[in-house]
């Protein structure tokens, strides 16, 4: 790049990596003259949309002339209702992405810090180094931890909390890890982070989480006024192609958050696809019934195949190869299974796998085990 646009730009936007988005599917079947394969590379939902939501998609999709409810009116009544949480309470984003680069805006300059965990999402980075913000890092547990090998560890991210710091980011469950806090250690945590400090707890997973380790996010709310939820319609709710989440946190959080926010940031068919879905219980349950049965499974597989996984509570398991999983990655490829690299985190041995339908789940295992025949010996 030109080196005077480079200087031209914003200091936090000069040090910005790009991220580096997986090919398209057809685009990478051009290349290796494949068809028929399969994406398990971005924790999508394999059972696909809600019919409900497919049906209000239908509905709405031929005013899509006139500009969005930019306030997300009837999805912020719905969720109030939902969570029992005042409406005001709401920020709604172009994916829950969206909300976390608006925290990051409202909330950080050069002379301030974040802090998030070694191994945690790749996006708060992102949107905190944008801001010019200093990023404290604080270790994460080591892979030879007990109970939660790479995750997050509540002791490394109170210790990184310095003077300047106005936001800490959590992820329960993280990805690309899939490991967790329990709700006493959440609490232990917010118990000790100082009230001027904002913590986003990023529920992205809640969902598939079991059922003793979902938080109650309104009590959290209620009692930890400095605390931001973020939630996602791109998980168990399948609409990811829509672009469509929100945060929930203390009014005048909210207020701010809004004032940032692009005012038509969620668009109509993401809104009315996301009231729908929230209504089709029997869908979230069929989704979640078919992440835990495959993810059950995975886990056995692999582990015949002599490999373990992380822990996980999300919709994917983050598999040792034990060596540069490069190769294995670029093997898998080639028979048309996707899988996501995640040597972008520093975890190039690992493997992150997104738990499929049982068809994909087994023409994964299939292609792994013929392919560790041949390039793992
Ligand atoms: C997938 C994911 C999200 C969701 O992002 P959207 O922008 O809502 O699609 C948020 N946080 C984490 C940790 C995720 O893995």
């Known amino acids: 790049m030109s080196r005077l646009f ?26 290796l003259g494949i068809s028929g394969s399969i ?5 999508e939902n394999p059972l696909g949309a809600s019919e409900k939501a497919l049906l209000a998609i239908e509905q709405c999709y031929r005013n899509i002339n006139y500009y969005p409810d930019g ?15 005042n409406p005001a309470c709401f920020t709604f984003g172009n994916g829950s992405n969206d909300v976390l680069e608006l ?6 300059t050069p002379e301030h810090s974040a802090v998030y965990s070694q191994y945690a999402f790749a996006v708060y980075p992102i949107v905190v180094q944008a801001t010019g ?53 959440v609490i232990a945590m917010l118990d000790r982070v100082p009230s001027n400090v904002i913590v986003v707890l990023d529920l992205a997973y809640l969902e598939y989480m079991d059922d003793e380790l979902k938080p109650d996010i309104k009590h959290l709310l209620d009692t930890y006024e400095n605390l931001i939820v973020t939630c996602t319609f791109s998980k168990v709710y399948a609409l990811a192609g829509l672009r469509i989440g929100y945060g ?24 009315a696809a996301a009231l729908a879905a929230l209504d089709d219980e029997a869908h979230i349950q069929a989704s979640i019934k078919l992440n835990n049965e495959g993810k059950f499974f995975l886990q056995h597989e692999l582990e015949k195949l002599g490999l373990a996984c992380l822990p996980s509570m999300g919709n994917f398991l983050t598999v040792n190869m034990k060596k540069d999983a490069g190769p294995v990655y670029d093997a898998l490829l080639k028979k048309g299974v996707i899988v996501r690299p995640v040597a972008n985190y520093q975890m190039p041995n690992y493997l992150r796998i997104t738990v499929g339908t049982p068809e994909q789940n087994s023409r994964l295992i299939e292609a792994l085990s013929s392919v560790m025949a041949g390039v793992m010996v």
């Open 71 to 85: 306030s997300a009116f009837r999805l912020s009544q719905r969720l109030a209702a939902k969570y029992n949480i």
């Open 248 to 271: 929930i946190s203390h009014p005048d959080i909210a207020d701010l958050l809004n004032r940032v926010r692009q005012p038509f940031n969620t668009n109509m068919v993401a809104q």
């Open 133 to 185: 913000a200093k990023a404290n890092v604080a270790a994460a547990y080591d892979d030879m931890h007990e109970t939660m090998p790479l995750g997050h560890d509540p002791d490394a991210l109170i210790d990184s909390i310095d003077d300047t710091t106005r936001v800490v980011f959590i992820a329960n469950p993280n990805n690309p890890t899939g490991t967790w806090l329990d709700t006493n250690a």
């Open 103 to 108: 925290i990051a805006r409202a909330f950080l």
């Open 39 to 43: 994406k398990l590379a971005s924790n």
């Open 6 to 31: 480079h200087d031209l730009a914003a200091p936090g936007v000069q040090k910005l990596q790009p991220y580096l988005p997986g090919k398209p599917v057809e685009e990478l079947e051009r290349e």
